[in-house]
């Protein structure tokens, strides 16, 4: 009789300590399966077949996170081609909703791990700051497709954000003092008692797709 | 669907997370829904077959399927052998029968001069066969609101599952079919049968050149005394639990509208063919070995374009009554994307709003 495929003990240790049946691992996969058109891996390509993801004004930045480097293996750089089913877990780990049961630690990290995530995609150039450019880039996407706008008025959107940003890290600047660029520690300042956590997941429903016959 | 998502709306999620102009946390809420498409999409879900909540003994529809119990699998190996031993021969000598009397009988019928004697025999020859067609997949179907039947010279406009949709509503009363000319069996069908009826029948080349299928089709609605057509203004099967935009093709040919909802119910076997899974013969083999096809017909009352309506909103009332009457949800998106990407001006459109809303939350004045 045909039995259940895909689900790899290994793929719940990404999600661990939380609870992830393999039930919704195995949806991932089927999903994968789903936009790789059966092959092992996908490429930047394959994300084009979804519909609604077309809307998005920050598609680019989106796709382009899950094959970076950084958010696939800690200590590494760059881009990769193509990913596998276990690097398409690792970047939907990141989007995985908090427990009740996580204890302080396991909270703190979680929140450093999705504000991480996010930086990266701020950061295109992966030096590991936001510079203005970097976010001007970032306003003008959000921005695209209006043709009312003129790129002044998306550039001084940005230039008042990363202003406040500054003031946020830096404090008051001197009148001859340039702000480099947001770092990975000025970020995590930023977003300091604001809730993140709730913002950025994905939850799955609960699913019974099989009847139970004793 | 396998995810939880919040149905806030786009203004209200800016809103709230801003306390001056435009901030860096405007990017969560792509970022979130960016996510949300790719790990399921309202549209890709749509063509693949409904999910069942409890099993139904069809190994087809329960894509999880696990080994749970020895009595389990007994039972489903019993349900196999009754289906394709049994169930399967019976039903495929009665699908023969159908088809040999349509072509017989519409043959025959088509020999005589046109008069009312050969309509009232071409409509007995084609309700006969087509009766014998749904004995043949074991079909039960429930027609409610027969007084709204659509009346000749309409147009009746149903949501499409299936290519047994058509045989569904032949089963009670007698349509002007429309479509395209295909070879082989189907081909020799529809030859068979305009020669009793007038159907309309087109050449492929005909197809692509819509102002003539308009113009044809404004010929046969105009002339009183012909049947109505019928026509599935999605495009393509959709796997019945929504209903995707109608081309507005259907709307500009005028006359009375006549919206009829199907409705399968999937537990005694999916109808939905996934034409990109499997042919033709392999649905209708799946389609012959399941329990039954049970379905509701809903004929809704009748509708007329309004003054200064557009064929697309036209096309979209119709479409909300019929969604609404067969319980299913409405999506806007074109059929069409089971095989081809969104088009560039949707997107840009698509686009332009959601800058609308940044910008009208933002510092410009």
């Given at each position: 009789l045909p039995c259940a495929q895909g689900a790899h003990p290994h793929h719940l240790s990404l999600f661990s300590p939380l609870a992830v049946t393999s039930e919704q691992i195995e949806h991932l996969h089927r999903r994968f399966k789903q936009l790789s058109r059966d092959q092992l891996t996908i490429r930047?390509?394959?994300?084009?077949?979804i519909p609604d993801l077309e809307f998005n004004p920050i598609r680019g930045k989106i796709v382009h996170a899950f094959f970076d480097k950084r958010n696939l293996r800690q200590e590494s750089d760059g881009l990769a081609d193509e990913i596998n089913f276990e690097d398409f877990l690792t970047i939907m780990s990141y989007f995985r909703p908090i427990e009740m049961n996580m204890d302080e630690e396991q909270l703190d990290h979680f929140r450093k791990k999705k504000l991480k995530f996010l930086f990266h995609m701020y950061d295109s150039d992966h030096d590991g700051k936001i510079t203005l450019q970097e976010y001007r880039n970032v306003v003008e996407e959000l921005l695209s497709g209006n043709p009312h706008l003129e790129k002044e008025s998306a550039r001084s959107i940005a230039d008042g954000a990363m202003m406040e940003a500054a003031s946020i890290c830096v404090g008051q600047m001197g009148p001859d003092q340039v702000y480099e660029g947001i770092t990975f520690e000025d970020f995590l300042k930023m977003w300091q008692g604001i809730d993140i956590e709730t913002k950025m997941h994905v939850r799955f429903l609960n699913m019974e797709t099989i009847a139970h016959c004793y | 669907g396998i995810i939880e998502r919040h149905e806030t709306p786009m203004e209200k999620e800016i809103a709230r997370l801003h306390?001056?102009?435009?901030?860096?946390?405007?990017?969560f809420y792509f970022c979130r829904k960016g996510f949300e498409a790719i790990v399921e999409d309202e549209v890709t879900q749509r063509f693949s077959s409904e999910e069942l909540v409890s099993w139904n003994l069809l190994t087809r529809t329960n894509v999880n399927f696990h080994y749970i119990s020895l009595r389990l699998t007994v039972v489903w190996g019993i349900g196999v052998i009754v289906r394709y031993c049994f169930l399967l021969p019976l039903r495929f000598i009665l699908a023969a029968i159908g088809i040999t009397a349509m072509i017989v009988g519409t043959t025959m019928v088509g020999q005589l001069p046109n008069s009312s004697m050969k309509n009232y025999l071409s409509e007995v020859v084609h309700l006969t066969c087509s009766r014998i067609l749904v004995r043949a997949l074991s079909g039960t179907i429930h027609y409610h609101n027969k007084e709204n039947k659509p009346q000749k010279g309409g147009i009746c406009v149903a949501n499409h599952t299936s290519p047994i949709d058509a045989i569904i509503l032949t089963n009670d009363g007698c349509y002007a079919m429309v479509g395209q000319v295909h070879g082989g069996l189907m081909g020799v069908i529809q030859r068979a049968t305009v020669k009793a009826c007038p159907h309309v029948w087109f050449e492929r080349s005909e197809m692509k050149d819509r102002h003539l299928v308009t113009k044809r089709l404004r010929e046969h609605v105009a002339d009183k005394s012909k049947l109505p057509i019928l026509i599935f203004p999605e495009g393509t099967c959709i796997n019945n639990t929504s209903v995707m935009m109608f081309k507005k093709g259907s709307f500009e040919i005028g006359g009375t509208i006549y919206p009829v909802a199907i409705k399968y119910d999937p537990q005694f076997g999916d109808a939905f063919w996934n034409s990109s899974k499997y042919n033709i013969v392999s649905y209708l083999l799946r389609i012959m070995t399941s329990w039954a096809i049970v379905c509701n017909v809903w004929y809704l009352p009748p509708m007329v374009r309004k003054e200064g309506e557009d064929a697309v909103q036209f096309a979209n009332r119709v479409k909300s009554a019929i969604a609404r009457q067969g319980g299913l949800t409405e999506l806007p998106w074109d059929g069409g994307l089971k095989r081809a990407k969104v088009k560039d001006t949707f997107k840009e459109e698509q686009q332009k709003n959601y800058s609308k809303m940044l910008v009208r939350n933002g510092s410009i004045g």
């Open positions: 930047k390509e394959n994300f084009d077949s | 306390r001056a102009d435009f901030e860096f946390s405007d990017i």
